[in-house]
């Protein structure tokens, strides 16, 4: 079974709404995260009353340079480098030849008396997609921790932590535009591994009859004490 990563996708927007999906990701992650999580806040004005919405997602992905398969072992931050690019702002030019096109009578707009143009910046909007799960959105904030360093001073290692969020509430379906995860008649559940664990750990606290040993021969783990973090094992042997 192949291994499905995590991929971020710059996205545009339809008139009606709908996300402009690409078929080719902007950033596929190094590792897969251990968890997601996904949040929903409405904010109550009186009892039954609501009033602003939106969705939430947070999520942490951890990118390497300093192992011998590592693309680039110069500088982590040539990867995460990508990820920031969500975060980029561009000055709404369209935004700013209306304003200044409508007669800067100067009211109260924002836009300044004079003509002063009214000055809007965008952000890219991305979908974040993992198998079947996906959600769109902006980026809101990223937190880049750079963990390891060489001798020379260069980071080799940076966890990032990403927040993304969109207006209103949104339960999207499961995707099925995955061949390699869309859903099938007994299908394997995979166990992420989480940041810092051990092989025989992991076993351990999925059932305690289980053999560790087994386990890496199935899944191809070479090293049980130092495993990859999110990356996907078949803990599902015969009792």
Request: charged share 15%; net charge neutral.
């Amino acid at each position: 079974m192949t291994l499905t990563k995590a991929q971020l996708f710059e996205i545009t927007w339809t008139e009606k709404g709908k996300p402009n999906v690409p078929k080719e990701p902007r950033v596929t992650v190094q590792f897969n995260p251990a968890s997601l999580k996904v949040s929903y806040s409405n904010q109550v004005q009186a009892m039954q009353s609501v009033g602003k919405a939106d969705s939430r997602l947070a999520v942490e992905l951890l990118f390497d340079v300093s192992g011998v398969d590592a693309k680039d072992s110069r500088d982590v931050r040539q990867m995460t480098k990508e990820v920031a690019y969500f975060m980029q702002t561009t000055q709404d030019d369209a935004a700013a030849a209306s304003s200044t096109g409508s007669g800067g009578g100067g009211g109260s707009g924002g836009g300044g008396g004079g003509g002063q143009p009214l000055l809007r910046y965008l952000v890219p909007s991305l979908r974040f997609q993992w198998g079947t799960f996906f959600f769109d959105g902006v980026m809101v904030s990223m937190d880049e921790t750079l963990e390891l360093w060489s001798e020379d001073g260069r980071p080799l290692r940076a966890t990032v932590a990403m927040n993304l969020a969109q207006p209103g509430i949104h339960f999207p379906e499961p995707t099925n535009a995955n061949p390699q995860v869309a859903f099938q008649a007994g299908i394997t559940l995979l166990t992420p591994s989480p940041q810092g664990t051990t092989l025989q750990a992991l076993v351990a606290s999925a059932s305690a009859k289980a053999d560790w040993k087994a386990v890496a021969t199935l899944n191809g783990v070479e090293n049980p004490r130092q495993l990859n973090p999110g990356s996907l094992l078949n803990l599902n042997l015969p009792r």
